[in-house]
C-alpha cells in the first residue's frame, strides 16, 4: 500500500534501533573509532532502560575492553559477585548441588540492566551519538533494489479506529548507510527482516523462554550484598525446563525472578503463577515476608544458541545482541555477548567500505561471541528430554567442553504444547494461595508502571479471532489467558456470538514481553509496536 503521508527525513551515516546494552555499546564504539560517523539510536520506551528486564549478572571483560575506567564512575546498581549457591528444590525443602562451571561469579557483577543502560547512554551522548527514547520504529524502508535504508518510526496521535485525533504526527523516516538492529530478543521488524531475507534458511527455528522479575525490599539484616543464589526443579515439573535467580543487592534490596522454558507441553501452564508459588516455598518466602516490591516485569529471553543462530546481515542491515540470538543459556548470561556483539560490528563498519554489513555474519562466526555459543550448544536442547536427562547431558558437555560430535536439535516452542486430549498424563498443577504480594497478575501490571493510551490502535494482532473461540478453546483450553503475565488476553462471555464467547485484548496491560507473539499455538498473534512511549517503564530491573 502506497504511503501518502507527507513526511520529513532524517539522514544518519548508521540508525541503531534499540538502546540496550548491545546498541549502546556499538555506537560508544563506532563514535571511538571514527568520531565523524554520524549515528543515532531510537528507543521505544520513555526513557532509556525503562523497557529492560534481566537478572542480571554480567562478566565484565567486554565492558573493560569499551570502557576502561568505568570502574570509577560504576552503574548506580552495581554489586560484586561474591558467593554463589545452586538448589535443587522439591515442594517442601532443597538439596544444595556443586555450582556448575559456567555459573560461578566470583569475578562478575550485579547489576540492573536498566540502570546500565541509562548510565550507557550518556557516555554515547557525550561521544556525539544522539539517542531519541519515545520513539517507536515502526516500519523499516527499502530503495528500489530491496537494499534496507532506514527505519520509519511510528506515527503519533492516531485513535483506536484509525482516526487521526488532534495530536496526530506523522512518523518521520530516519535512512542511513546501514541499519542495525538491536531490539532485544523478538523484535519486531527483526521478525519482518528474517523472513523477507531468508535469514534463518540455514537455521533451527530460534527459542525461547518468559523470565518474571521483582524487585524486593527487605530488612537489610537479610540481605547479604553479592549472594547469588539460583536454582532448579520445584515447582516445575521434570518436563518443564524452570528454574530461579535470587541475587542479594545492597541496602536491603533483593532481585528475585522465575525463567520458565517457552517449550513447555502442558497446555495449562501458567508461568507467571509458577513463579508466585516459587516465591511461597519455605527456603524463599521467609526471605521475603514483611517486605515490599519496588518493581515487576516480565521478557522473553532468548535460548537457542548457536543451532539457531540466523544469518546476521542482509543487504543494508546487521543484527546484534539478542537480537541474533547471542545468550549464553547455561550461564544465564546475555550482557557481555551483547556487548561484544555490538563493539564487534562497529569495528566491522568502520573497516569497510561505506559502511558495509557485508562480511558481518561470516566476523561474527569466526569470534569469541559464537565460540562461546558453539561449546554449550547441546545444553539447553538437552532438556527437552526432560530435567533429569537435561542435567546428564549437561554434565557430560560440560566434561568434554561440548565437543559432542552431535548438535541437537532446536524446534518451534510453540509446536510443544499438547492439546488437552493428549494432555492427561501430565500432573494437574496445585497453584497455592498466594501469600505475598502481588497476588493477581493486574497487580502485577501495576508494579510495572505499564501505560499505554487507550485510545490507540491495538498492537497485539490477532490474524483470526474466530479460531479463539472454535479450535483454540477445544483444542489448548485458550492458553493465552494463562501464559500471558499481564492478563492481556480474555474469553468473556458474548450473547451475540455464534460460540458465547469472543475474545478480548486488554492491551493497556502489556508489559511487551512478547510471550504471545512466540507461544500462541497457532501462530496468527503478532506483536507489533505501540505509539512511542508506551509500555512499562522499570525501575532498576
Not at 80 to 98: I, M, V, Y
Not at 111 to 130: I, K, T
Request: glycine share 10%.
Amino acid at each position: 500500500m502506497t504511503d501518502t503521508v507527507e513526511r520529513d527525513q532524517m539522514p544518519y551515516d548508521v540508525v541503531v534501533v534499540g538502546a540496550g546494552p548491545a546498541g549502546l555499546s556499538f555506537a560508544i564504539r563506532l563514535k571511538q573509532l571514527n568520531p565523524e560517523i554520524s549515528v543515532c539510536v531510537i528507543e521505544k520506551a520513555s526513557t532509556v532502560g525503562a523497557q529492560i528486564l534481566s537478572g542480571a549478572v554480567i562478566e565484565t571483560g567486554p565492558l573493560d575492553a569499551l570502557l576502561p575506567d568505568w570502574r570509577s564512575n560504576p552503574p548506580p546498581v552495581c554489586v560484586d559477585a561474591l558467593e554463589d549457591e545452586f538448589w535443587l528444590l522439591s515442594k517442601t525443602g532443597g538439596r544444595k548441588l556443586p555450582v556448575p562451571p559456567g555459573m560461578h561469579n566470583k569475578g562478575n557483577v550485579i547489576v540492573s540492566l536498566g540502570a546500565l543502560c541509562a548510565w550507557l547512554a550518556p557516555q554515547a551522548e557525550a561521544l556525539g551519538v544522539e539517542i531519541f527514547p519515545g520513539f517507536a520504529a515502526a516500519e523499516t524502508l527499502y530503495d528500489d533494489t530491496g537494499r534496507v535504508i532506514g527505519v520509519r518510526i511510528g506515527d503519533m496521535g492516531i485513535a483506536k479506529d484509525g482516526s487521526h485525533k488532534g495530536s496526530y504526527t506523522p512518523g518521520i523516516d530516519i535512512v542511513a548507510k546501514c541499519t542495525v538492529l538491536a531490539e532485544g530478543a523478538r523484535g519486531s521488524l527483526t521478525k519482518q527482516l528474517v523472513k523477507r531475507f531468508g535469514l534463518d534458511a540455514e537455521s533451527d527455528p530460534q527459542a525461547y523462554s518468559i523470565g518474571i522479575k521483582e524487585l524486593w525490599q527487605v530488612p537489610e539484616d537479610r540481605v547479604t550484598p553479592g549472594k547469588i543464589v539460583h536454582t532448579l526443579g520445584w515447582p516445575a515439573d521434570s518436563q518443564t525446563y524452570g528454574g530461579s535467580f535470587l541475587y542479594h543487592l545492597d541496602k536491603g534490596r533483593i532481585a528475585l525472578g522465575y525463567v520458565s522454558g517457552l517449550d513447555y507441553q502442558d497446555p495449562e501452564y501458567k508461568p507467571w503463577e509458577a513463579f508466585q508459588q516459587w516465591k511461597a516455598h519455605p527456603m524463599i518466602a521467609p526471605l521475603l515476608e514483611g517486605g515490599s516490591i519496588l518493581s515487576a516485569g516480565a521478557r522473553a529471553i532468548v535460548t537457542g544458541g548457536f543451532q539457531s543462530l540466523p544469518r546476521v546481515e542482509m543487504p543494508g542491515a546487521l543484527l546484534i545482541g539478542d537480537t541474533a540470538g547471542l545468550l549464553n543459556v547455561p550461564k544465564i548470561k546475555g550482557t557481555h555477548q551483547a556487548i561484544r556483539s555490538g563493539m564487534l560490528a562497529a569495528e566491522h563498519l568502520v573497516a569497510s567500505d561505506e559502511l558495509s554489513s557485508a562480511g558481518f555474519d561470516a566476523a561474527l562466526r569466526a569470534s569469541p561471541v559464537v565460540s562461546e555459543l558453539r561449546s554449550v550448544r547441546n545444553i539447553k536442547p538437552g532438556f527437552k528430554k526432560g530435567l533429569w536427562f537435561g542435567m546428564a547431558n549437561a554434565a557430560w558437555e560440560t566434561l568434554i567442553g561440548g565437543r559432542s560430535p552431535w548438535t541437537l536439535k532446536v524446534t518451534p516452542d510453540w509446536s510443544s504444547l499438547k492439546r488437552v486430549d493428549e494432555a492427561g498424563a501430565i500432573v494437574p498443577r496445585d497453584y497455592v494461595t498466594r501469600t505475598l504480594a502481588p497476588r493477581d497478575r493486574l497487580q502485577g501490571v501495576f508494579y510495572a508502571s505499564t501505560a499505554h493510551d487507550e485510545d490507540q490502535p491495538i498492537h497485539l494482532h490477532v490474524a483470526d479471532t474466530n479460531v479463539c473461540v472454535t479450535r483454540c478453546a477445544e483444542e489448548y483450553n485458550n492458553p493465552c489467558t494463562r501464559f500471558c503475565p499481564a492478563g492481556v488476553y480474555e474469553m468473556v462471555e458474548d450473547t451475540s456470538a455464534a460460540s458465547g464467547k469472543r475474545l478480548q485484548i486488554n492491551a493497556a496491560n502489556c508489559v511487551h514481553c512478547k510471550t504471545c507473539d512466540i507461544k500462541d499455538p497457532y501462530q496468527i498473534i503478532n506483536w507489533v509496536t505501540p505509539e512511542g512511549g508506551s509500555g512499562p517503564n522499570y525501575q532498576n530491573l
